[in-house]
Nanobody
Framework: VQLQASGGGLVQARGSLRLSCVAS????????MGWFRQTPGNARNFVAV????????SYADSVKGRFTISRDNAKNTVYLQMNSLKPEDTAIYYC?????????????????WGQGTQVTVSS
């Protein structure tokens, strides 16, 4: 699976962005898809995950109620709708394909990663 993330940019606090991640490969629809984020000098942190069927989602506490993850298996695409953005949301955001179908929250549970898209939130 190859992943291509897009949709990042510069936005003011309390604004919104929608990230997209397009996957190539036949295994997309059978894999959990997640979003992680990383700031310089820090580890890659879990943001959100959607199960293979979209029946289950899970979020980091820091984004719960503001971010929404979704997927369209017909388009091989996973989305991250980010609302009420805060300066602390500034990071490079990565999409990833899980090793299976569950709602994984740890980076080691993902086997394919996109290249990342920068999100910058100004105060």
């Amino acid at each position: 699976v190859q992943l291509q993330a897009s949709g990042g940019g510069l936005v003011q606090a309390r604004g919104s962005l929608r990230l997209s991640c397009v996957a190539s490969g036949r295994t997309f629809s059978s894999a959990a898809m997640g979003w992680f984020r990383q700031t310089p000098g820090n580890a890659r942190n879990f943001v959100a995950v959607v199960s293979w069927s979209a029946a289950s989602t899970s979020y980091a506490d820091s984004v719960k109620g503001r971010f929404t993850i979704s997927r369209d298996n017909a388009k091989n695409t996973v989305y991250l709708q980010m609302n009420s953005l805060k300066p602390e949301d500034t990071a490079i955001y990565y999409c990833a394909a899980g090793v299976g179908r569950g709602t994984y929250r740890y980076a080691y549970q993902y086997e394919h990663w996109g290249q990342g898209t920068q999100v910058t939130v100004s105060s």
